[in-house]
C-alpha cells in the first residue's frame, strides 16, 4: 500500500468520506491523525505520569546548566 496525505476543507469533508467508503476495504485504510493538540496533550499525560513515579529524576535549572555546560566541552 502507499500513503498520501490530503488536505481539505470541511466544505468537503462529507462527501469525500462518502467517496472514500465506496471504496474496497482491501485497497484503503482511512487513518485519521491526530490533531497536535492531541499529541503534545498525550504526550504531557506521559510527562505527568513519570513525574509522579518513585524513579523520576528533577534537576534544578543550575544543575541543567551545568550539565550542558559539561557536554559541549
Do not use: H
Given at each position: 500500500?502507499?500513503t498520501i496525505?490530503?488536505?481539505?476543507t470541511?466544505a468537503i469533508?462529507?462527501k469525500?468520506?462518502k467517496f472514500l467508503?465506496?471504496?474496497?476495504?482491501q485497497d484503503?485504510?482511512?487513518?485519521?491523525?491526530r490533531?497536535g493538540?492531541?499529541q503534545?496533550?498525550?504526550e504531557?499525560?506521559?510527562?505527568?505520569?513519570?513525574?509522579?513515579?518513585?524513579?523520576a529524576i528533577?534537576?534544578?535549572?543550575?544543575?541543567?546548566?551545568?550539565?550542558f555546560?559539561?557536554?559541549?566541552v
Amino acid at each position: 500500500m502507499e500513503t498520501i496525505t490530503l488536505q481539505y476543507t470541511q466544505a468537503i469533508k462529507e462527501k469525500l468520506m462518502k467517496f472514500l467508503e465506496t471504496l474496497p476495504k482491501q485497497d484503503l485504510e482511512i487513518i485519521v491523525e491526530r490533531t497536535g493538540f492531541d499529541q503534545v496533550k498525550e504526550e504531557l499525560q506521559k510527562d505527568y505520569e513519570y513525574s509522579k513515579s518513585p524513579d523520576a529524576i528533577f534537576y534544578t535549572t543550575e544543575e541543567l546548566e551545568k550539565l550542558f555546560d559539561e557536554e559541549s566541552v
